[in-house]
Nanobody
């Protein structure tokens, strides 16, 4: 079991970049696949990216491919989401999640057991 805390969100102009971080508590971080999701009020949570336990396998939503990069540092119990070329449609609360299958790169929220509180990303213009 882990607790997840996202950080790195904020206000950025269209075309800019942000790097989100997700810090995990506990000492079994390397056993969990990790995912990033986003959500706007009144909408369903949307898959962004996922990474398996050792970082070998990744998966991206179509909108994220080529612009976003998910990485992890198991030694620091941290997963990152680098977001480039942001547009206003990326405005959302971004959530970090930990799954249960070490080889999974699932895009489905119900496949993740643990969630952070979210960090707000706002893209102006």
């Amino acid at each position: 079991q882990v607790q997840l805390v996202e950080s790195g969100g904020g206000l950025v102009q269209a075309g800019g970049s942000l790097r989100l971080s997700c810090a995990a508590s506990g000492r079994t971080f390397s056993s969990y696949p990790m995912g990033w999701f986003r959500q706007v009020p009144g909408k369903e949570r949307e898959f962004v990216a996922a990474i398996n336990w050792n970082g070998v396998s990744t998966r991206y939503a179509d909108f994220a491919e080529g612009r976003f990069t998910i990485t992890r540092d198991n030694g620091r119990n941290t997963v990152f989401l680098q977001m480039n070329s942001l547009n206003p449609e990326e405005t959302a609360v971004y959530y970090c999640a930990a799954g249960r299958d070490r080889w999974s790169v699932s895009s489905v929220p119900r496949m993740y057991d643990y969630w952070g509180q979210g960090t707000q990303v706002t893209v102006s213009s």
